[in-house]
């Protein structure tokens, strides 16, 4: 499975874009790249997956280079309730569950 | 829908102690995982499971049993209970076997301390 390293922390204040980067330099070739979000007391939840490019959806954008050894999940205009830990993973199949969830990055959103 | 259930949400027990973790899910998923977190850490892989009556170890499965005789049920065994597994339990639940490009939903935690 491959290693993914991210920032262990970033503050950011209300209406800026986040730019969370993810470095995963041995991504396999059948490994796709996943974002989950964790509130304090909660369970993880999933915010965004990618293989390659760009892909956005109503909550976020996934970019992914070309060499796929990176990845910046952007959130835009963050507001205080994005505050969160946010989780950077690969795998590939069969990964699935075997998932490994680094220790993420705590984003924190100021007024 | 219900999603992921689990029970109980906290728990105390001494050392040496057994009991069981439930997890539950409603979404006909195949494959069932569950994790520990610890204190400022990310998940860490107990065991999982691609189906009723197969069942694997993950990362940390030392002092963990599992089973799972039906689609919907993941129950996780703590055989005798150690301070070391202080924690928060999650179960997750997703539709295929194992594919990393299928979420995997997660439930709402259980708080063990173990005094």
């Known amino acids: 499975l491959a290693k993914t390293t991210q920032p262990i922390s970033m503050d950011s204040y209300e209406g800026q874009e986040v730019n969370i980067t993810c470095s995963h330099n041995?991504?396999?070739?059948?490994?796709?790249i996943t974002w989950y979000q964790q509130f304090p007391s909660q369970g993880p939840r999933f915010i965004i997956q990618?293989?390659?490019t760009k892909v956005t959806n109503e909550v976020a954008s996934l970019f992914i280079p070309a060499d796929r050894k990176s990845s910046t999940l952007s959130l835009p205009r963050v507001s205080l309730s994005d505050t969160a830990v946010y989780y950077c993973?690969?795998?590939?199949?069969?990964?699935?569950?075997?998932?490994?969830f680094g220790q993420g990055t705590i984003l924190t959103v100021h007024p | 829908n219900a999603g992921v259930t689990q029970t109980p949400k906290f728990q105390v027990l001494k050392t040496g102690q057994s009991m069981t973790l439930q997890c539950a899910q409603d979404?006909?998923?195949?494959?069932m995982s569950w994790y520990r977190q610890d204190p400022g850490m990310g998940l860490r892989l107990i065991h999982y499971?691609?189906?009723?009556?197969?069942?694997d170890q993950g990362e940390v499965p030392n002092g963990y049993n599992v089973s799972r005789s039906t689609t919907e049920d993941f129950p996780l065994r703590l055989l005798s209970a150690a301070p070391s597994q202080t924690s928060v339990y999650f179960c997750?639940?997703?539709?295929?076997?194992?594919?990393?490009?299928?979420?995997?939903?997660f439930g709402p935690g259980t708080r063990l301390t173990v005094l």
């Open positions: 990618g293989y390659k």
């Open positions: 997750a639940s997703q539709l295929a076997g194992g594919y990393s490009t299928d979420t995997q939903y």
């Open positions: 499971s691609v189906g009723a009556g197969i069942t």
């Open positions: 993973l690969v795998g590939g199949l069969p990964g699935g569950g075997k998932l490994t």
């Open positions: 041995n991504i396999a070739t059948n490994d796709y």
């Open positions: 979404m006909n998923h195949e494959y």
